[in-house]
């Protein structure tokens, strides 16, 4: 799957999200796969994508300098080719 930052995403339904000083670890339960979210930022980033119409919008919401655009959309690349986000229907 490509990851086009113009759709709509969510965090997978079978991913779970544990706080942690730095951001979060993300626990995939069906691929018992484990990511690290590096920062806070991108941790509201994915958890806000259920509540925006693509991830640009997304990025606009969690306040994501347009410096760093790239970086988060890099890094939700990342996270859509492991699984732990998805596109929504």
């Given at each position: 799957m ?11 339904e ?16 069906g ?16 958890t ?5 119409d693509?991830v640009h ?11 760093q ?10 996270l ?5 986000i998805?596109?929504r229907p």
């Amino acid at each position: 799957m490509d990851f086009d930052p113009e759709r709509p995403y969510r965090k997978a339904e079978q991913v779970e999200l544990r706080p942690e000083p730095f951001g979060a670890l993300a626990y995939h339960f069906g691929t018992r796969r484990l990511s690290f979210l590096k920062t806070p930022t991108l941790v509201d980033v994915v958890t806000g994508l259920e509540r925006h119409d693509d991830v640009h919008a997304t990025l606009d919401a969690a306040g994501v300098p347009e410096a760093q655009r790239g970086a988060y959309i890099a890094a939700l690349a990342e996270l859509a080719g492991t699984g732990t986000i998805e596109p929504r229907p």
